[in-house]
């Protein structure tokens, strides 16, 4: 049966193969930890790769600050890994099974994330006859760099070409983790950080259980086979402990023997990248290769100490996107593509195309796969944000739904302040610490710091290590909880003497120390000078300036030069102290301002670093420190400057309008003519009236004429346009007043209810409002009518009402300032 099935899914174990050699990460080494069972606090080391801040040097007057040489660029990268990757070649392995293995094994076999690793692909079945090995190795010990990763897909894929000539069908774990420790501890391997050793792992997939019943070399029959082979594995896993060697077994399926994988997980190396839990070797069981994917994903999160973020999926052409946290140093974009024939396009959060080889702004970009099934980008120092990847494929080719994952890690540059900086033996310090990335992102988003641990260790002469505990909750002696400021206080130990070193440690899923220690100088008496250092925080513009104050006491009989220096900088930042030194005048107290000019090319974002107060009439010793709380924003544009007055007036104006409007409609109101009853009389009796409809006196004027038909009483007739001068006009002012002007005349006052002379008619009008008392009359009833009093100045039908030829009337009203031209 295993005969048959051996060829089975060839793919799948190739993949799962080169899904292992991405769970690889920055574990702790034997040295880094101890012996099994010990424990052990890390005194600090100047080591390559890590950064000081030691006591301030430099001749007086200078304003630089004093720090270590930088880290050289490969240690200021993620810690490289050994690691080998065992796959499990049995003949139990289905074809969907090992498709699936393949596909994930791809994906991750191009996110390594440093190009100092090493990497070893074995697969193993069984030794049953003459001429087979249970073990083939496909890939030898590999450096992961740009071209070892190529190299890496090329071999892993040999993985699916199993040949029952050289392979047995059964599960030899003893021999593949036999042949993987002597790989792993039989070359130099890469180092970490710390100079030392990198850490060694094993990645080992299965789908089964221990397997040797037809393998001659454990015994002369299937049960003592057995037996040998559990006792074999046992002293194997003992072997790797002893080398330091991690294992971390992955199955799937229902066959899965989960006592014998738990086993090899706590019988080999259980060294950790760190001290949070699920960094410490253990097994891993999905139930259907389907999860396989996920499952690989997920266990070299844990074993690397780095984390995984999931984007989005698509066909062709398509945009994908994935987000890169702001506490990013290093990661890799991987892009499942299934086919060779999909190409990518890579997108920055900002909105720009990235190379694939090379530097830009700031980030170390390098790609491969790009003709393969997968494709991955490892970018050093990311730019946090959503990542943008634009897929596109010819037709025929885009069937296969497209995947992209961001694998990444943050290394952490820690700033601390020691406070007080020269302390006594016996007396109580209080350290605080803050944090930033490579880039000069400084970390304010406690978010993002989620499950963080910080604690520091404290060494010198006189006095064993202490460790003590830094947090950021709110508890004295922290100030505020989740202003990502984590602070702890000791007491330095009463035989302190001379020279203390303190180093932090940052743990947490995905982030990394830099272990920078800090250099102190215990103080034998009280200092004769003390100082406090005050910064102002909030925003300011390129170019613009930061405010302190530093008040010294100096109890000494002579004058003291201090300077002011900066330390830790964001990276680019342009910052310049005035005054940078200062003299504080014996026997006294002084409070000394201090400027803080920020360069027009500072980037803009929250500054990092603190500013440092040194005696140099004291061997350079640092009296106070205070961290930059300042953050780079763009200088405000004129509408971001003006908007306040603009929306003002923009208001007023609309108020003013408004207002406007209310006084124009309210004088509408008042004008319009609409229900007033025009009465035509004659001889004292009522022979017509006529009615104002709404909409018929536009601005307040009706007109109107007077029809005599032969035989016939005389009637009222509306004119239409109220322009013409055949037609008899009834106006009201914009005060109320009613005027009358006959056709081809002047006008008159009209009060309601009161006759007006219209020809040889009378006009009455009622439903109008009676004129104000005392209103002048306007100058045009000063006027008298044309052809003479009482008639109209031309012939026709109606005739007009004649004003009075002398002055003013008693009844002439006011008016004329509401009189229009076309009236």
């Given at each position: 049966m295993r005969e048959n099935m051996q060829w089975i899914d060839k793919g799948g174990a190739l993949l799962l193969a080169g899904a292992l050699l991405a769970l690889s990460g920055p574990l702790a080494t034997p040295e880094a930890h101890g012996?099994?069972?010990?424990?052990?606090?890390?005194?600090?080391?100047?080591?390559?790769?890590?950064?000081?801040?030691?006591?301030?040097?430099?001749?007086?007057?200078?304003?630089?600050?004093?720090?270590?040489?930088?880290?050289?660029?490969?240690?200021?990268?993620?810690?490289?890994?050994?690691?080998?990757?065992?796959?499990?070649q049995s003949a139990s392995l289905a074809d969907k099974d090992l498709a699936r293995e393949t596909e994930a094994a791809a994906l991750i076999g191009q996110g390594e994330i440093s190009e100092r690793s090493r990497a070893t692909v074995i697969g193993f079945g069984s030794s049953e006859k003459p001429g087979q090995s249970p073990v083939r190795e496909v890939c030898p010990p590999t450096v992961v760099d740009a071209a070892g990763r190529q190299r890496l897909s090329d071999c892993v894929q040999e993985l699916g070409k199993r040949d029952p000539a050289r392979t047995g069908p059964g599960t030899d774990f003893p021999a593949a983790i036999r042949q993987a420790v002597t790989r792993l501890t039989g070359h130099g391997g890469g180092t970490g950080t710390t100079g030392k050793p990198a850490p060694k792992v094993v990645f080992l997939l299965t789908d089964g259980r221990l397997d040797v019943a037809d393998s001659p070399e454990y015994g002369s029959d299937r049960e003592s086979r057995q037996a040998n082979g559990a006792r074999r594995l046992t002293e194997e896993l003992a072997r790797a402990r002893a080398a330091g060697v991690q294992i971390w077994p992955l199955g799937f399926g229902t066959e899965i023997d989960r006592a014998s994988l738990t086993a090899m997980a706590e019988g080999?190396?259980?060294?950790?990248?760190?001290?949070?839990?699920?960094?410490?070797?253990?097994?891993?069981?999905?139930?259907?290769?389907?999860?396989?994917?996920?499952?690989?994903?997920?266990?070299?999160?844990?074993?690397?100490?780095?984390?995984?973020?999931?984007?989005?999926?698509?066909?062709?052409?398509?945009?994908?996107?994935?987000?890169?946290?702001?506490?990013?140093?290093?990661?890799?974009?991987?892009?499942?593509?299934?086919?060779?024939?999909?190409?990518?396009?890579?997108?920055?959060?900002?909105?720009?195309?990235?190379?694939?080889?090379?530097?830009?702004d700031g980030s170390d970009f390098e790609v491969s796969g790009e003709n393969g099934p997968v494709e991955a980008l490892r970018v050093k120092n990311p730019l946090p944000g959503r990542w943008r990847v634009h897929i596109e494929a010819?037709?025929?080719?885009?069937?296969?739904?497209?995947?992209?994952?961001?694998?990444?890690?943050?290394?952490l540059r820690s700033t601390v302040v020691l406070d007080p900086a020269s302390p006594r033996a016996g007396e109580q310090v209080k350290v605080e610490v803050r944090m930033q990335t490579r880039r000069g992102v400084v970390v304010t988003d406690p978010k993002q710091l989620a499950g963080l641990s910080v604690a520091a260790d404290l060494s010198g002469d006189g006095f064993r290590p202490v460790s003590f505990r830094l947090a950021d909750d709110g508890k004295a002696p922290d100030a505020e909880a989740g202003d990502v400021r984590f602070t702890g206080t000791l007491t330095v130990p009463a035989g302190a003497t001379g020279d203390l070193e303190l180093v932090t440690r940052m743990e947490a899923p995905g982030i990394t120390s830099d272990r920078r220690p800090l250099h102190a100088v215990v103080a034998e008496d009280a200092p004769l000078v003390t100082a406090a250092l005050t910064v102002d925080g909030g925003t300011v513009y390129p170019g613009g300036t930061v405010h302190g104050?530093?008040?010294?006491?100096?109890?000494?009989?002579?004058?003291?030069?201090?300077?002011?220096?900066?330390?830790?900088?964001?990276?680019?930042?342009?910052?310049?102290?005035?005054?940078?030194?200062?003299?504080?005048?014996?026997?006294?107290?002084?409070?000394?301002?201090?400027?803080l000019t920020v360069g027009d090319g500072t980037p803009l974002r929250a500054l990092g670093g603190q500013v440092t107060v040194v005696d140099t009439a004291d061997g350079d010793r640092v009296l106070r420190g205070a961290f930059l709380d300042v953050l780079v924003v763009a200088p405000p544009t004129w509408w971001e400057r003006w908007w306040k007055a603009v929306a003002g007036g923009t208001a007023l104006l609309l108020v003013l309008g408004a207002l406007v409007g209310v006084r124009l409609a309210a004088r509408r109101r008042r004008r319009d003519l609409t229900g007033v009853t025009l009465e035509l009389r004659q001889d004292g009796r009522p022979v017509d009236s006529l009615t104002v409809r709404r909409g018929q006196s536009p601005g307040g004027a009706f007109a109107f004429t007077v029809d005599e038909p032969y035989g016939a009483p005389p009637t009222l007739r509306r004119i239409p346009g109220g322009g013409s001068s055949a037609a008899h006009v009834l106006r009201r002012t914009g005060a109320g007043e009613l005027l009358l002007r006959t056709r081809g005349g002047g006008q008159v006052p009209v009060r309601t209810g009161e006759p007006t002379g219209l020809a040889e008619h009378e006009l009455v009008v009622r439903g109008g409002r009676p004129a104000p008392r005392g209103a002048r009359a306007t100058p045009w009833a000063r006027r008298p009518a044309r052809g003479g009093p009482g008639r109209g100045g031309s012939g026709g039908t109606s005739g007009t009402a004649a004003a009075p030829t002398g002055g003013p009337g008693p009844d002439a009203s006011a008016g004329a300032s509401d009189y229009d031209g076309n009236f």
């Open positions: 012996a099994p069972g010990t424990s052990r606090i890390p005194a600090a080391q100047g080591a390559p790769g890590t950064s000081r801040i030691p006591v301030a040097h430099g001749a007086p007057g200078t304003s630089r600050t004093p720090t270590a040489p930088a880290p050289t660029a490969p240690a200021d990268g993620p810690d490289p890994i050994d690691f080998a990757v065992v796959v499990d080999g190396y259980r060294g950790a990248c760190s001290r949070i839990p699920g960094s410490t070797p253990r097994m891993r069981v999905v139930d259907t290769s389907a999860g396989i994917d996920k499952a690989l994903q997920e266990t070299f999160a844990a074993a690397r100490c780095a984390r995984i973020e999931h984007g989005t999926v698509g066909k062709p052409p398509a945009d994908l996107t994935v987000v890169i946290p702001p506490i990013a140093t290093d990661g890799s974009l991987t892009v499942a593509k299934h086919d060779p024939k999909v190409q990518v396009t890579y997108f920055d959060p900002a909105g720009r195309k990235v190379p694939v080889r090379g530097a830009f010819p037709e025929g080719h885009r069937d296969r739904e497209v995947a992209v994952r961001a694998l990444w890690q943050g290394r104050t530093l008040d010294v006491t100096n109890n000494d009989s002579a004058p003291h030069t201090l300077r002011l220096a900066l330390g830790d900088q964001t990276p680019g930042a342009e910052l310049a102290v005035t005054p940078a030194t200062v003299t504080a005048p014996p026997n006294r107290s002084t409070q000394i301002p201090f400027t």
